[in-house]
């Protein structure tokens, strides 16, 4: 069944961007015509973590599985196998898997053979055998036994040709006096193009004597290539390159001449994270091939978690709803300008309700949680279908009530054969899967680098002793290609909510929540004694807003009445200390409505003092929740906001300006799911 991938309509779908590289619809319904005729580009989708780049490599395996070859391979996982020799690398290991995985039948077409790289393979394997341990030798040779079963399945398969290597090795070892690369290869080559290969398939070794110092012969191409890769540094990159050759060669031979048969469409080689270096030893050898004119049949889709890789630099950049009908991808000289870079974007509102639909078609939780959690995770594919999930799996006695911040606080089934989860801890551990995320969540809390460094000084001491935790954590962030903005050491809502929901939560120290108190208390002290907006916005962290409400009653009647509202747009933006499943109205919301007694005032205030104060602490309240992403939405808070602006709009001498924009604009810009904006009205909301 295919899955729900919203927004991937324009890669996906019958005349989408991989049916017009494959040449073929999904499940092989009909043909479709190339749109870069027999030169198609590397196409790599760009995202972060949790923007769905995975999910869409899987779905297009799913779909087209059976009806082309096809191959997926994560480039960050490939297992080295136990006690495995010299000739085993990541890109040894790789070619193998990936040919094993493309040659298996498809509909109306025979399976594909892949001689030319068991060969290469079979050379590179004998490196570092020797007489006293046939053993490793016997066990190399057994790995490549479902490689060498792609070119003849009768005889690969078994091994007594495993013992016959054996005994050829023993001669050579006998005859010659130091164990030399290439004549163990040698050895190797010929037991195998004896015992395994056919008449047809021993032709193959021909294609080697293309490679440096052969002169055409293929048997001297193979020792050179087994000399070259025991040789490592740069004549092991060459070999390399060369056996990723094989393995594009060796696809290429059924869709030629006359064996190509019924063949229809190309076949898919699927590379998720390609950013890693072993993603571009396998996609930059079929690019400098294909600069220098060789044409291959296959389509290669890559993913990369870095969107401004140095891999990437010459690529053509689009956007993948771009892509739906055309995707032109211009070459020139260089090798890089033969990537076609497609950014996936995040979904939209809407597609995020309709995910939302799909977990709650009964309608059963509020109308507004899907915008909310739009807007908190930004239209990260991984955070909306997981939070859409956990809505729909919610208790029912919860779900009138649900907030983005109690989503965070539910469980939810990942998996059917395995108990539900935490949706925070399960979240975060997709988005940021470090062993350690405890000093993360610290940092979480900082506004900048130095705040950033100062919390690692105070906090994290035993952390680390070979470097600055804070700057480490930086670069991680940095590597995993996270944004940075100002404000907050941790940008991207989504994680800094998830961190922060670690650092309040995960201590297990509730209602004390000593992990909290004490990170925000150390960031309150670096910031004091004065009453500054970052000291003042560690208070309301704290569930202490007096202090707070004093400073901006104290300050209002100041000219710069935009610093006063850009002061009270950034305390309120504190992080709400709220508790786990706590169910009714936000405590905010019945202070922002001025709600219930007065409660305590400051001493010594005259009537008219009094009554701005409560205006202000109605407003701080109100700005407090409305701009909470884990909250959601109130109109009645909105509409206070906008009359306490207005009530201190006629109060103010000089900038009753600014405060009556304030009034019309702030709760536009919450209804529109758009941060305040500052000045009032201005579209780009700084």
């Keep these: 069944m295919d899955r729900e991938l919203y927004g991937r309509e324009a890669a996906l779908h019958d005349a989408g961007l991989v049916a017009r590289l494959s040449g073929l619809t999904k499940h092989g319904a009909s043909r479709v015509p190339f749109e870069h005729g027999d030169d198609p580009p590397v196409t790599v989708f760009t995202g972060g973590r949790g923007t769905g780049k995975t999910a869409l490599l899987k779905e297009v395996r799913n779909r087209y599985r059976g009806y082309t070859p096809l191959a997926l391979l994560d480039c960050a996982h490939i297992e080295p196998p136990a006690d495995h020799g010299p000739g085993w690398t990541p890109l040894t290991g790789a070619l193998s898997e990936l040919a094993v995985q493309l040659s298996p039948k498809v509909l109306g077409a025979r399976p594909v053979k892949f001689p030319r790289l068991s060969l290469g393979l079979v050379a ?194 689009t956007r993948l709803p771009e892509t739906a009908h055309r995707a032109p991808c211009p070459r020139d000289t260089r090798v890089g300008s033969g990537i076609l870079a497609v950014e996936l974007t995040p979904l939209s509102p809407s597609q995020t309700r309709s995910a939302f639909d799909r977990h709650d078609p009964a309608g059963r939780i509020p109308a507004e949680l899907a915008r909310a959690v739009h807007r908190l995770t930004g239209g990260r594919p991984l955070g909306v279908a997981l939070l859409g999930r956990a809505a729909g799996e919610a208790p029912e006695h919860l779900r009138a009530g649900l907030t983005p911040g109690g989503l965070l606080d539910l469980t939810v089934e990942v998996r059917e054969d395995a108990p539900p989860v935490p949706v925070a801890p399960a979240l975060l551990a997709e988005l940021l899967p470090v062993r350690r995320p405890g000093p993360y969540a610290v940092l979480a809390a900082a506004h900048d680098e130095e705040s950033a460094r100062m919390l690692a000084h105070a906090r994290l001491q035993g952390e680390s002793l070979d470097g600055d935790v804070a700057l480490r954590v930086r670069d991680q962030l940095r590597s995993e290609d996270w944004q940075e903005g100002p404000g907050h050491f941790v940008a991207d809502p989504l994680l800094r909510a998830l961190l922060l929901h670690r650092l309040r939560f995960e201590d297990g120290d509730d209602p004390r929540y000593a992990a909290w108190r004490a990170v925000h208390e150390t960031l309150h002290r670096h910031y ?124 103010h001498l000089t900038g009753s300006g600014s405060l009556w924009d304030a009034a019309t604009h702030w709760p536009r810009d919450i209804r529109a799911w758009r941060e305040l904006s500052l000045p009032p009205g201005r579209e780009d909301g700084v």
């Design 124 to 317: 590179v394997a004998s490196l570092g055998w020797s007489q006293e341990d046939d053993e490793r030798a016997r066990r190399d040779l057994q790995r490549l036994g479902p490689l060498l079963a792609t070119v003849d399945p009768t005889r690969g398969a078994a091994t007594h040709w495993v013992g016959k290597v054996l005994a050829k090795l023993a001669a050579t070892f006998a005859e010659a006096t130091v164990p030399l690369a290439g004549l163990l290869a040698e050895a190797t080559v010929e037991t195998v193009l004896e015992e395994v290969f056919g008449r047809l398939q021993r032709a193959s070794e021909a294609w080697y004597g293309t490679y440096r110092n052969a002169g055409g012969r293929g048997k001297a191409g193979l020792q050179q290539l087994a000399i070259d890769f025991e040789q490592g540094g740069r004549r092991r990159a060459e070999a390399e390159g060369f056996l990723v050759g094989a393995l594009t060669e060796d696809l290429l031979h059924p869709y030629v001449g006359i064996r190509r048969g019924g063949r229809i469409g190309r076949p898919l080689v699927l590379l998720d994270n390609a950013h890693e270096p072993l993603g571009r030893q396998l996609v930059e050898p079929i690019l400098r091939a294909r600069a220098e004119g060789r044409r291959d049949r296959a389509v290669v889709l890559a993913t990369s978690r870095v969107r401004e890789h140095e891999g990437l630099r010459h690529a053509t950049r």
């Design 528 to 651: 004091g004694p004065e009453p500054g907006p970052y000291r003042l916005h560690h208070d309301l962290a704290l569930g202490r807003t007096e202090e707070a409400v004093t400073h901006l009653r104290v300050t209002f009647p100041e000219q710069d009445v935009l610093g006063w509202l850009g002061r009270l747009r950034f305390i309120g933006a504190a992080p709400h200390p709220r508790e786990r499943n706590r169910t009714g109205p936000d405590p905010r919301r019945a202070l922002a409505l001025g709600q219930g007694p007065p409660g305590d005032l400051p001493p010594g205030l005259d009537a008219e003092t009094t009554e701005l104060h409560l205006s202000v602490r109605r407003l701080l309240h109100a700005v407090w929740l409305l701009t909470d992403p884990l909250a959601l939405p109130d109109d009645e808070v909105a509409d206070r906001l906008a009359h306490e602006l207005r009530r201190l709009s006629g109060r």
